[in-house]
């Protein structure tokens, strides 16, 4: 079992950076691909980002990608999602996920390849 809890959400202009942080405990969190996703009201939940368990493999969604960062220090149990030339359209609630897949290179893209999720954070980006 793994717990994910989100944190570094927050209201931002537009063209301003935030920096989002999961949290992650439990016996496998550190050998686990992690991934970010984000929902905005009204719409499915999408891929943002997602880093393979040793931080040698990214991938992002074509949305984002220049514009933000996934990196993660498997001695703090820490993933990060750093979040530069916010975009309002950026606004959403930015979840955390981990699979229960270990040890594994792919990072992978899609909700149903996660098992444990963390409760979201609200990013919201002001035109």
């Known amino acids: 079992q793994v717990q994910l809890v989100e944190s570094g959400g927050g209201l931002v202009q537009a063209g301003g950076s935030l920096r989002l942080s999961c949290a992650a405990s439990?016996?496998?969190?550190?050998?686990?691909?992690m991934g970010w996703f984000r929902q905005a009201p009204g719409q499915e939940r999408e891929f943002v980002a997602a880093i393979s368990w040793t931080g040698g493999r990214t991938s992002y969604a074509d949305s984002v990608k220049g514009r933000f960062t996934i990196s993660r220090d498997n001695a703090k149990n820490t993933v990060y999602l750093q979040m530069n030339s916010l975009k309002a359209e950026d606004t959403a609630v930015y979840y955390c996920?981990?699979?229960?897949?270990?040890?594994?290179?792919?990072?992978?893209?899609?909700?149903?390849?996660?098992?444990?999720w963390g409760q979201g954070t609200q990013v919201t980006v002001s035109s």
């Open positions: 439990g016996r496998t969190a550190r050998s686990s691909t």
């Open positions: 996920a981990a699979s229960a897949a270990v040890f594994t290179t792919t990072p992978f893209t899609t909700p149903l390849q996660y098992e444990y």
